[in-house]
């Protein structure tokens, strides 16, 4: 009897202690509900905003949805969450449901335009996350993190497919400064998220708690376990002690893998892929803009961009150290065969200056260096005009053969006329933007510079005298100078494409005036690939030499009748 009532009493207290301590790790995981649950800033993310992204509009076709938004049950969420093949554990509760019910009715167009992206990004996640031995299923954390959104930026300032912070991303390893934000690079954030990952792992040996650590840092992870209190080491124990957005964080972690696994269940329908990008990479070891990559190689700057975000400024800065510049793969072979040509395409426009003399006015493109934007007196008299011509383009021309006619670069063209393109065609008006000296402004600009140099009396008339007679000297050295210097033509190897007109307006001169140099008969236009033409001198023409001709067909002419005339003198002698 006593036995027995020992026994009761025991069973009491031991049913106490268990209502004491509460529901069990498997309760809580399954009925934890949160109606104050923070999602990810990713939610926010505006359905089909990511539609610009130049890969979704290239290189796929966004499906036509129709018919209702279909969700499922707890129930259902619950059984299908335990069939994914998965390391990590998925269990299902109402935080969880409510973010899967986000994802499928509000944002199912934002879960579209995530299937398209991760077609492409998702095999970078995948080789990394296999290179550090990690469970496949963390591939879906940029789906919560930035929408895999490598340009994504969030109000605290974190960046990149992975959302890391300045701070942290230099601390793993990364380069962030004003050209370079490593942590926009897709392989390069990706392969150090990876080892940050597996170095959260090691801390906690539960994936659950390394994922809450890679949203608000270990500090408060180890804080919510402490206040927790009893040696706890779950998520779900720990659940109220963690600030209010991690505690959203690993439910949209379950939600993201449900959906990208389960969409087409739900009517999410898949983004359909035209065609494949299959990209490769080159070292670039010199300073380089994307505009002079995509000018050569007929890439647009987008793609470039696209392939490359972590450029912040389309410029890789190759001459501080060599980077990967990523390209689809058949260009690879194309930059290395055109790298001088890249390299020179307007050099002028993106080079740098590396060193610069205080109080000197910077040169203007086009003008020589000897020249200012003043004369060179320093008085605010202009001696330089820029005008605005209208250039029609003529059969053949292109920007290149343009900007080269009136010494400008041919992005400027573009930028003048809003071209985005660069292709003209025959007909086209295009506004040129030419630097013209103004000669009458110039001399008064080095009238007054005389003048202001001069200080009273004989100094002032010597120095006037002696700016007249170097004028005069000047004057005359340039009239001698121009008596002695006198057009030479040049040679011009006929390549596919020329026709003497063309080359007529390439050189300045007229077609008469190549075909004379020539000794081509007047109705003669054809040329072969490979034949070498003299090309008069710029301005010169068939005028000055059909006046010799002429001269020399008079005076062949006369000679002509005299010889006539002095015959019928003899002839008639004769017959006298």
């Known amino acids: ?5 020992i026994y009761v009493t025991m069973m009491a207290g031991a049913m106490s202690i268990m209502a004491w301590a509460g529901p069990s790790i498997l309760d809580i995981k399954h009925s934890i509900t949160d109606d104050n649950v923070i999602p990810p800033e990713s939610f926010e993310t505006k359905s089909r905003e990511l539609e610009e992204n130049f890969y979704l509009k290239n290189y796929t076709e966004q499906p036509v949805e129709g018919g209702k938004v279909k969700l499922g049950n707890p129930k259902e969420y619950e059984e299908l969450l335990s069939r994914l093949p998965t390391e990590i554990e998925m269990p299902y509760n109402g935080v969880v449901g409510k ?3 986000m994802y499928l009715g509000k944002r199912r167009g934002l879960v579209a335009d995530m299937l398209a992206l991760h077609n492409y990004y998702g095999k970078i996640f995948i080789e990394e996350l296999v290179k550090e031995g990690l469970p496949l299923e963390l591939q879906y954390l940029p789906v919560i993190e930035s929408a895999i959104n490598p340009n994504a930026v969030s109000r605290a300032g974190a960046g990149g497919l992975w959302q890391f912070m300045p701070a942290t991303a230099t601390g793993l390893g990364m380069e962030v400064n004003s050209l370079v934000d490593q942590r926009r690079d897709p392989r390069m954030s990706s392969r150090y998220a990876a080892k940050f990952l597996k170095q959260l792992y090691s801390i906690y040996n539960d994936w659950s708690l390394a994922i809450a650590a890679y949203n608000c840092g270990p500090g408060n992870v180890n804080k919510a376990l402490r206040r927790a209190g009893g040696g706890k080491k779950d998520f779900w124990e720990i659940y109220n002690y963690l600030p209010s957005e991690t505690r959203g964080y690993v439910p949209a972690f379950i939600a993201a893998n449900f959906v990208m696994n389960y969409h087409n269940r739900y009517g999410i329908a898949p983004t359909l892929v035209k065609k494949q990008l299959v990209t490769d990479t080159v070292e670039v070891a010199d300073r380089v803009h994307f505009r002079q990559i995509a000018d050569v190689l007929n890439i647009p700057v987008e793609e470039i961009r696209m392939l490359n975000p972590q450029f912040r400024k389309d410029i890789i800065p190759g001459d501080h150290h060599p980077y990967s510049l990523v390209l689809p793969s058949q260009q690879c072979l194309s930059y290395i065969i055109s790298k ?15 060193y610069v003399e205080p109080g000197k006015p910077r040169r203007v493109p086009g003008q020589s260096d000897s020249a200012s934007l003043n004369g060179g007196g320093g008085d605010g008299m202009a001696a330089v005009n820029v005008v605005k011509k209208t250039h029609v383009v003529g059969r053949g021309e292109n920007l290149r053969d343009i900007a080269k006619k009136y010494g400008v670069s041919a992005t400027d063209v573009k930028r003048w006329n809003n071209l985005r393109r660069g292709k003209v065609k025959e007909g086209d008006e ?9 000669e009458t402004m110039a001399a008064a600009s080095t009238r007054n510079n005389v003048r202001s140099r001069s200080q009273s009396g004989s100094d002032r008339y010597e120095s006037s005298y002696s700016s007249k007679r170097a004028d005069r000297t000047s004057a005359s050295k340039k009239s001698a100078k121009a008596k002695k210097a006198e057009p030479k033509p040049t040679t011009h190897v006929v390549k596919s494409g020329d026709n003497l007109d063309r080359l007529a307006r390439k050189y300045g001169t007229t077609v ?3 075909q004379q140099a020539n000794g081509m008969s007047k109705g003669t236009t054809r040329i072969s690939i490979g034949q070498k033409l003299k090309i008069p001198a710029k301005g010169s023409s068939v005028k000055s030499s059909s006046k010799k001709s002429k001269a020399a067909a008079s005076k062949s002419r006369k000679s002509s009748s005299k010889k006539k005339s002095s015959a019928k003198r003899r002839t008639s002698k004769k017959r006298r």
């Open 1 to 5: 009897m006593t036995f027995r009532r």
């Open 99 to 101: 973010l899967i019910d």
């Open 340 to 354: 001088d040509a890249i390299l020179n395409h307007d050099m002028d426009e993106y080079a740098r200056r590396t």
């Open 430 to 438: 295009l506004v040129i933007e030419v630097i013209e000296r103004n």
């Open 512 to 514: 008469q005036a190549i």
